[in-house]
């Protein structure tokens, strides 16, 4: 790229910038962006420069960047997955110039680094980061959040059980796993139910707008702005009459920057996880039902359905990628990250790397090279590896029955699956996938949700 020098005109003071009266010299690149100066050492070249020297094909040897972004990708990313573990462990794509991470121990690395590495909130990607505050941290909060979820996970996973029992046949992917925990949440909020449609809508478009998608990111900021106009009197309505539901606890929270407002209610909602329960549930059930054996397994002892969605998390984790964003400039990796630099943390290739789990590819309910405990940093309490699950955050620093506060969104995550898958076996006797079924896990887009989208099952009717 060409450039060309040029002398800034003064400033408005009519004072020449720079020493002695002389104004510097500025850089301009073809696109009228100034270039800043490089900073150099010794020699005058950067170590960011020869970290980053790579021979012609080097990085594409045996993956292509296109390949990232392709439809094969999206459908089924596992194969990629595996070239980018067993070969380019800190793979540089220099299409969208971020470095893509896939071995278990480096992407934990990376996960639990935040003096190194920041995860920047969903209200960031949408350039919206002073609209509200984030919440969720908050132990009244947290307290309404438990407890909201735990009255209501089984009555509403019977509910809608009850709704298909009798008919013999239902589409457990749209008709349970994709409305439990939407209803769920709404439960939690403690909304009129003839609002939980509309609600449920504006929450997916504003969720699924945060991926950097134009048209999506349009539709979620609208969604943004509608559920911003529809909380704004329910949340005066809670202030002044409070119950112990989530909206509520919002309300009347004394938080630092002043009194709460609609805007911080729907940023706690933006940035709270929805993905995990609703794939986990989805793809429990696929593999249960696509794997007979594991199925027997779970049916002869239902203490192993636990076991079921946690074994799900590693196999066939609905979240499989995240961003993470280096603080400032550091060396990882036989790389020199950037300051800004993105890293994405593959957990899809993560949670099948064979120097972690035997025959990895494989979904063994109960297996023994999983730990089945909450994860205090990189490994388990006993030592063994961890399903990397991004939507539940970092692992807890707090006791796993803590005194003073809610369980973990990690427990309350798993045990809140565990009721509704076991009332879905429960209710719906001799499971199995309709003659014919070819259920597949995919994504919609691009880095969204991997899960099954479709399950048509058929069941003795009640």
Same mark, same amino acid.
């Given at each position: 790229?060409?450039?060309? &020098?040029?002398?800034?005109?003064?400033?408005?003071?009519?004072?020449?910038?720079?020493?002695?009266? $002389?104004?510097?010299?500025?850089?301009?690149?073809?696109?009228?962006?100034?270039?800043?100066?490089?900073?150099?050492?010794?020699?005058?070249?950067?170590?960011?420069?020869?970290?980053?020297?790579?021979?012609?094909? &080097?990085?594409?040897?045996?993956?292509?960047?296109?390949?990232?972004?392709?439809?094969?990708?999206?459908?089924?990313?596992?194969?990629?997955?595996?070239?980018?573990? &067993?070969?380019?462990? *800190?793979?540089?794509?220099?299409?969208?110039?971020?470095?893509?991470?896939?071995?278990?121990?480096?992407?934990?690395?990376?996960?639990?680094?935040?003096?190194?590495?920041?995860?920047?909130?969903?209200?960031?990607?949408?350039?919206? +980061?002073?609209?509200?505050?984030?919440?969720? +941290?908050?132990?009244?909060?947290?307290?309404?959040?438990?407890?909201?979820?735990?009255?209501?996970?089984?009555?509403?996973? &019977?509910?809608?059980?009850?709704?298909?029992?009798?008919?013999?046949?239902?589409?457990?992917?749209?008709? /349970?796993?994709?409305?439990?925990?939407?209803?769920?949440?709404?439960?939690?909020?403690?909304?009129?139910?003839?609002?939980?449609?509309?609600?449920?809508?504006?929450?997916?478009?504003?969720?699924? @707008?945060?991926?950097?998608?134009?048209?999506?990111?349009?539709?979620?900021?609208?969604?943004?702005?509608?559920?911003?106009?529809?909380?704004?009197?329910?949340?005066?309505?809670?202030?002044?009459?409070?119950?112990?539901?989530?909206?509520? %606890?919002?309300? =009347?929270?004394?938080?630092?920057? #002043?009194? =709460?407002?609609?805007?911080?209610?729907?940023?706690?909602?933006?940035?709270?996880? !929805?993905? =995990?329960?609703? #794939?986990?549930?989805?793809?429990?059930?696929?593999?249960?039902?696509? $794997?007979?054996?594991?199925?027997?397994?779970?049916?002869?002892?239902?203490?192993?359905?636990?076991?079921?969605?946690?074994?799900?998390?590693?196999?066939?984790?609905?979240?499989?990628? $995240?961003?993470?964003?280096?603080? !400032?400039?550091?060396?990882? /990796?036989?790389?020199?990250?950037?300051?800004? @630099?993105?890293?994405?943390?593959?957990?899809?290739?993560?949670?099948?790397?064979?120097?972690?789990?035997?025959?990895?590819?494989?979904?063994?309910?109960?297996?023994?090279?999983? *730990?089945?405990?909450?994860?205090?940093?990189?490994?388990? %309490?006993?030592?063994?590896?961890?399903?990397?699950?991004?939507?539940?955050?970092?692992?807890?620093?707090?006791?796993?029955?803590?005194?003073?506060?809610?369980?973990?969104?990690?427990?309350?995550?798993?045990?809140?699956?565990? =009721?509704?898958?076991?009332?879905?076996?429960?209710?719906?006797?001799?499971?199995?996938?309709?003659?014919?079924?070819?259920?597949?896990?995919?994504?919609?887009?691009?880095?969204?949700?991997?899960? *099954?989208?479709?399950?048509?099952?058929?069941?003795?009717?009640?």
């Amino acid at each position: 790229m060409s450039t060309r &020098e040029i002398s800034r005109p003064q400033g408005e003071t009519g004072k020449p910038h720079g020493t002695a009266g $002389t104004a510097p010299k500025i850089t301009y690149g073809r696109n009228g962006v100034p270039v800043a100066p490089a900073k150099v050492r010794g020699d005058g070249f950067r170590s960011y420069e020869i970290f980053q020297r790579e021979r012609m094909g &080097e990085s594409t040897a045996l993956i292509k960047p296109a390949q990232l972004i392709s439809p094969e990708f999206v459908r089924n990313p596992y194969p990629l997955f595996a070239v980018l573990r &067993e070969n380019y462990p *800190c793979y540089r794509n220099w299409v969208d110039n971020s470095f893509w991470i896939s071995p278990y121990n480096e992407v934990t690395s990376v996960f639990a680094d935040d003096a190194n590495f920041e995860t920047r909130p969903k209200r960031w990607f949408y350039r919206m +980061e002073e609209y509200g505050r984030d919440l969720r +941290e908050e132990l009244p909060v947290l307290e309404a959040q438990a407890k909201g979820i735990d009255d209501n996970a089984a009555p509403l996973a &019977e509910a809608l059980v009850a709704e298909f029992a009798g008919r013999g046949s239902a589409d457990l992917a749209t008709e /349970f796993a994709g409305r439990y925990p939407l209803e769920l949440l709404a439960r939690v909020l403690d909304l009129p139910p003839d609002d939980v449609p509309l609600f449920a809508q504006r929450y997916w478009r504003m969720q699924r @707008g945060s991926n950097w998608e134009p048209r999506s990111e349009q539709d979620g900021v609208k969604a943004i702005h509608e559920l911003t106009d529809y909380f704004r009197p329910l949340l005066e309505q809670r202030r002044a009459n409070p119950g112990t539901d989530l909206v509520s %606890a919002v309300a =009347t929270l004394e938080a630092d920057g #002043g009194p =709460t407002r609609a805007e911080d209610l729907v940023v706690t909602l933006l940035e709270g996880d !929805h993905e =995990t329960l609703h #794939g986990a549930l989805a793809n429990t059930l696929f593999l249960l039902l696509t $794997t007979p054996d594991q199925m027997d397994v779970v049916q002869q002892d239902r203490r192993m359905v636990k076991f079921a969605y946690l074994e799900t998390l590693r196999h066939s984790t609905p979240v499989v990628i $995240t961003r993470r964003f280096a603080r !400032h400039e550091v060396e990882r /990796f036989g790389r020199l990250i950037p300051e800004g @630099g993105v890293m994405i943390l593959a957990a899809g290739a993560a949670n099948r790397d064979p120097r972690q789990y035997e025959d990895p590819d494989k979904y063994i309910v109960g297996r023994k090279d999983l *730990c089945q405990r909450e994860p205090r940093g990189q490994y388990r %309490a006993d030592g063994l590896p961890a399903g990397v699950a991004f939507g539940l955050g970092k692992p807890s620093r707090h006791p796993a029955v803590p005194e003073d506060r809610p369980r973990s969104l990690y427990a309350i995550t798993r045990d809140t699956a565990t =009721t509704a898958l076991n009332i879905v076996l429960d209710g719906l006797p001799n499971l199995r996938l309709q003659d014919g079924a070819r259920p597949e896990l995919r994504s919609l887009r691009l880095w969204e949700m991997h899960t *099954c989208w479709s399950l048509p099952v058929v069941f003795d009717a009640r």
